[in-house]
């Protein structure tokens, strides 16, 4: 696709809800990044795939967190059992497998636990 | 260990004035770095980067960033802000040697505010 592309774009659940959030990297894309972001506040690494190696799942908060991607397409991010304080935007990035080129970013989910 | 240092929270400059926002970075390698840009409520875009060659590197929007090797810095900076660079801004770094290690490395961000 022309850039990445996440859904939905804003998710209101209950808490203890299961949500999955979906991101479509730009095709071609090796690489693929989940981060949170709260108001206000900075990117938190949640999760790194970069092609068939292993994900680094080091940024991944608690083990309600999970993340799927299947070869260089589609990557849902999955949280169980959600709770008051997972209630942020989820962004997405992709990059090619270049080092030296710029990641490219979705325009986020913004989830909200009530 | 990788890191990305972005001393500032915030940074307040007036209209007109020129600006810095700061960054120093440590990876093993040379470095490949990066700037970004967040709008109110907008996803992250991209501004510019340095990969090799010139120090000084130009990008989007009238911005541009010196790489300096000795001080393992890359400051963004504008000759003359405008209200509208009002945003939160990003520094992000990967290592260029070879292996596995390909992941980006981000700064915590600096809220920039231009005042008329």
């Known amino acids: 696709g022309a850039g990445v592309s996440q859904s939905p774009s804003n998710k209101v659940t209950e808490k203890g809800k299961d949500v999955e959030l979906r991101c479509d990297p730009i095709?071609?894309?090796?690489?693929l990044y989940w981060y949170r972001q709260r108001l206000g506040q900075g990117l938190e690494f949640l999760i790194y795939?970069?092609?068939?190696?292993?994900?680094?799942k080091s940024g991944l908060p608690s083990d309600r967190f999970s993340a799927e991607r299947t070869g260089e397409s589609v990557s849902t991010l999955t949280i169980q059992r959600t709770q008051q304080e997972d209630s942020a935007v989820y962004l997405c990035?992709?990059?090619?497998?270049?080092?030296?080129?710029?990641?490219?970013f979705g325009q986020g989910t913004r989830l909200t636990v009530v | 260990a990788q890191s990305v240092a972005q001393p500032e929270d915030q940074v307040n400059v007036a209209e007109g004035n020129p600006l810095t926002v700061k960054c120093t970075y440590s990876?093993?390698?040379?470095?490949?770095l990066f700037w970004y840009v967040q709008y109110p409520n907008r996803g992250l875009q991209f501004l510019l980067k340095?990969?090799?060659?010139d120090n000084l590197v130009k990008g989007s929007y009238g911005f541009e960033a010196e790489f300096n090797k000795s001080q393992t810095s890359f400051h963004l900076k504008k000759p003359s802000a405008l209200v509208s660079d009002s945003a939160l801004y990003f520094c992000?770094?990967?290592?260029?040697?070879?292996?596995?290690?390909?992941?980006?490395?981000w700064g915590l961000g600096t809220s920039l505010a231009v005042n008329p």
């Open positions: 095709s071609g894309h090796t690489a």
């Open positions: 340095y990969i090799t060659g």
């Open positions: 795939f970069q092609g068939n190696s292993a994900p680094d």
């Open positions: 990876v093993s390698g040379n470095p490949y």
């Open positions: 990035a992709s990059s090619s497998f270049v080092r030296n080129t710029e990641a490219f």
């Open positions: 992000a770094v990967r290592d260029s040697s070879p292996g596995n290690n390909r992941k980006l490395i």
